[in-house]
T-cell receptor
Framework: GAVVSQHPSWVICKSGTSVKIECRSLDFQATTMFWYRQFPKQSLMLMATSNEGSKATYEQGVEKDKFLINHASLTLSTLTVTSAHPEDSSFYIC????????????FGPGTRLTVL | AQSVTQLDSQVPVFEEAPVELRCNYSSSVSVYLFWYVQYPNQGLQLLLKYLSGSTLVKGINGFEAEFNKSQTSFHLRKPSVHISDTAEYFCAVTGSGGYQKVTFGIGTKLQVIP
């Protein structure tokens, strides 16, 4: 149980375009979902926390208008990288925390974004 | 606020030898502790977790960890490693009361040598 999926797993796009990444909790309802960014050989950096039906909470230094997060249902959150640039190239990982459970997170497999 | 320190960025070890990956944390509240493994170009997989109860926690793939509150440590151990254990290992901590952010360590690269 507690499986989280991400789609796509790998995406290449041109500079200036927008890319949407989906994160789904497959067998549980997730009140809260999290988006992380990971640079090569580094740890995970929390970008934002999203709660179903409300606006996401962004970490300091993360541009809200560039990284749009929508958590429309208890099983789906999306991250849209708008007007992507090469510096946005990274590994993006989502996680989900089950509703009513202890504060633990289940991670998706990640999405590798490459902006040319 | 919490913090996690993984003292070793890389740990080389010969196959079938034991290994310990160190993790220390700081927190002003009670904590939950986790160890995750990440293989290249993949997400994080939970190895084990400490939420409450027994301080010795057993996880998948033969790993175990011991929560030591007095030393604020949660070291990960395996008595005999395999080549397939080569990966990045992350220690993480979060507060146990209500929602609190998960804080990750910088990771330890375990390199198993044949």
């Amino acid at each position: 149980g507690a499986v989280v999926s991400q789609h796509p797993s790998w995406v290449i796009c041109k500079s200036g375009t927008s890319v949407k990444i989906e994160c789904r909790s497959l067998d549980f309802q997730a009140t809260t979902m999290f988006w992380y960014r990971q640079f090569p050989k580094q740890s995970l950096m929390l970008m934002a926390t999203s709660n179903e039906g409300s606006k996401a909470t962004y970490e300091q230094g993360v541009e809200k208008d560039k990284f749009l997060i929508n958590h429309a249902s208890l099983t789906l959150s999306t991250l849209t990288v708008t007007s992507a640039h090469p510096e946005d190239s990274s590994f993006y990982i989502c996680s989900a925390s089950p509703a009513g459970g202890p504060n633990e997170q289940f991670f998706g497999p990640g999405t590798r974004l490459t902006v040319l | 606020a919490q913090s996690v320190t993984q003292l070793d960025s890389q740990v080389p070890v010969f196959e079938e030898a034991p290994v310990e990956l160190r993790c220390n944390y700081s927190s002003s509240v009670s904590v939950y502790l986790f160890w995750y493994v990440q293989y290249p170009n993949q997400g994080l997989q939970l190895l084990l977790k400490y939420l409450s109860g027994s301080t010795l926690v057993k996880g998948i793939n033969g790993f175990e960890a011991e929560f030591n509150k007095s030393q604020t440590s949660f070291h990960l151990r395996k008595p005999s490693v395999h080549i397939s254990d080569t990966a990045e290992y992350f220690c993480a901590v979060t507060g146990s009361g209500g929602y609190q952010k998960v804080t990750f360590g910088i990771g330890t690269k375990l390199q198993v040598i044949p």
